[in-house]
């Protein structure tokens, strides 16, 4: 049986921290597909080859976040209602949940195949690269069913207090992934195609391994009824998944028009450029983590209501989302270029020149992690309060400043300003998230004193 759990009794922080823990292994084990892919591609395939993946980024982290916004979205009434103890309630929210996704998902793969060439040219991605780039999307977007409903059924599970299966999942599913990237890249010589293929691949074990576990779970009892579209359910999933969705799509658009400032500096500077971003999936893990757990630990005491619960919950998970990310960021520094070296190939000139922006770029990020990590714990504060347009517009706010940075600090600070573009979003999301926590807190607390 899927190991369940309620989050609305014992010591908060302990709570916390062991739900993200097997999160932060599992989010690991996830960008070892991103990593892996940059890995082999960088050394095997060269320089040009690690520029289109670079190049193809942001679009394809659009989609990701598309998808991870429905899904989280979702799985916030879910924890309400398991926090509850609805659990009839519980059954048609996951029943509606999977109709929406699977909605979902089929207008995004038609709609990612049909636009993904002329946002790379739109991005003026380099002509050397952008054949791969494309090749690489197109591949990856065909997996959009795939990822969707791994991402759907892990927050079923993560919403009831499993954070476990997923992680297990991930681990398999990279190994099977790094054994394909091998095969299909330095054996059967598939190049980029190979890479993406891997992927794709091993997303389907992880999907239907979460499956299997959920089948197991003996607190359901599914009836056809569950699955029967509810209009009004229907309209709060949306409510809840929508904003989300936006907000992740505004950040990955921000970072478009990074990566089209970024194009302008050549391919060496978008491969170093690529290199560090590759680890920035690896910096975030832990803050993901979090997230994860501060939305199933704030939805489940909401709907206990349980307000006390939720503050102090925060305020230990801040503390710890701060720790954490101070390790974090002494590790980069001290072996940060060891690891970057590892994606990066070339003649010795370009290698070195290569490093130096990436190393430039990862000790910058590095240094102000705590901000992005305070980011994470807030916003997904919020959303387990069932408020998720007070994050969507931090979302908002880390467009513009992303945006606004990208644009003007590289006229003052040459190429170097542009590392600087994504530690100004984190500032300007921090800005409107914690004073909209207190805000919400405060009316929260207020409407249910009044009931």
Known sequence: MSKIRSMTEGNS???????????????????????????????ALGVQALAALGASDWLNWLVLGCIQGISQGFAILMAQEFGAGNIKRLQKVIGNSVLLAALSAGVLLCVTQLVAHSVLRLLQTPDAIIGMSLLYLRIMFLGVPVVMAYNVLASILRALGDGKTPLYAMIVASVINIVLDLVFVLVFHWGIAGAAAATVLAQVFSSLYCLLQ??????????????????????????????????????????????FVVNGFGVLFIAGFTATNK???????????????????????????????????????????IVTAAIIAVAMLLFGKVILGWFISGTPEEFEA????????????SVCLPVLYLLH????????????????????????????????????????????????????????LVASYFFRMRDVSNRYAEE
């Open 13 to 43: 922080a302990r709570i916390i921290f062991f739900f993200a823990l097997p999160l932060m292994f599992g989010n690991i084990f996830q960008q070892m597909y991103t990593v892996v892919d940059t890995m082999i591609v960088g050394q």
């Open 214 to 259: 959920i089948q197991k779970i003996t607190l359901f009892s599914f009836h056809r009824g569950d699955f029967a579209p509810d209009g009004e359910l229907c309209k709060k999933l949306l409510f809840l998944g929508a904003p989300m969705a936006f907000q992740n799509a505004i950040i990955a658009v921000g970072g478009m028009i990074v990566q």
């Open 279 to 321: 680890l920035y999936g690896i910096l975030e893990v832990a803050a993901t983590s979090y997230g994860y757990a501060m939305v199933t630990y704030v939805g489940q005491n909401l709907g206990a209501r349980k307000m006390f619960r939720i503050r102090r919950g925060v305020k230990q998970a801040i503390l710890l989302a």
């Open 354 to 365: 290569t490093l130096q922006i990436s190393y430039r770029y990862l000790a910058i990020m």
């Open 377 to 432: 714990v807030l916003r997904s504060s919020l959303q387990g309060l069932g408020d998720t347009l007070l994050p969507m517009l931090s979302g908002v706010a880390e467009f513009v400043m992303r945006t606004g940075s990208a644009l003007l600090l590289p006229l003052w600070l040459g190429e170097s300003g542009i590392f600087y573009a994504e530690i100004m979003a984190w500032l300007g999301a921090d800005v409107i």
